[in-house]
Structures are given as C-alpha cells and as structure tokens.
Nanobody
Framework: QVKLAESGGGSVQAGGSLRLSCEAS????????WSWFRQAPGKEREGVAH????????????RTVYADSVKGRFTISQDKNTMTLEMNSLEPEDTAMYYC????????????????WGKGTLVTISS
C-alpha cells in the first residue's frame, strides 16, 4: 500500500513558475515509476512527466519522460519518498488539476498502469 499526497499548487500569471511536490508513504521501495498527470476541465487526464526509480531494474534509474507540451519547461525529479515537478514558463493551457501517481506492478508509466493516486492539487494560470 502506498499513499501519495500532493502539494504546491496555486495560481500564477502566465510566464511564472510553480513547484509541485508529492510525498509518498508506505511501501515506497516497491515503486517503479512516479508520474504526474493532469486533467483540465472537460478534458481527459493526460500524462505530464514520469520518472523511473530503478527499483528492480537498475538500468531504468533516473529515466524521465515528458509530454511534448511541457518539454523544456517542466522538470521532474525524485529523491527518496518525494517527487517534485518544477514548472516554468507556465501557460494558461497548463491550468489543470495535477495528480501524483505511482506504479508498483510494472514499468509502463502510463495512465492505465498506475497503482496509486494522490487526490490532486490545482494549478491555475492566468493570462
């Protein structure tokens, strides 16, 4: 069992920055992939960034994957039981509820493969 709790959401103007954090507790050593997803009003949930821990597959350690829409602006990192998403050059299109997720059962880092989810933190970007 893993519990995830996001923090750091808020409202900023376009061009600004925010840092989201996700604290994990429980069976964190079993996490293979940490991810950030987001869901804007009226839209489907989408992957934003993923990072592999290397647990069970050392060659995966530290690998990151980003959605095209955030490449060069967002940076995902993970240190022990904390995952962080640094978001720069924010755009109104980044407005969404952001969710932290963790995968234990595999190494897919996809929406359908996540085993645990946080409750989300709201990010609002004004133009």
């Amino acid at each position: 069992q893993v519990k995830l709790a996001e923090s750091g959401g808020g409202s900023v103007q376009a061009g600004g920055s925010l840092r989201l954090s996700c604290e994990a507790s429980g069976f964190t050593i079993g996490i293979h992939c940490w991810s950030w997803f987001r869901q804007a009003p009226g839209k489907e949930r989408e992957g934003v960034a993923h990072i592999y821990t290397g647990n069970g597959r050392a060659t995966y350690r530290g690998r990151t994957v980003y959605a095209d829409s955030v490449k060069g602006r967002f940076t995902i990192s993970q240190d022990k039981n904390t995952m962080t998403l640094e978001m720069n050059s924010l755009e109104p299109e980044d407005t969404a509820m952001y969710y932290c997720a963790a995968e234990i059962s595999g190494y897919y880092c996809s929406l359908d493969s996540m085993d645990y989810w946080g409750k989300g933190t709201l990010v609002t970007i004004s133009s």
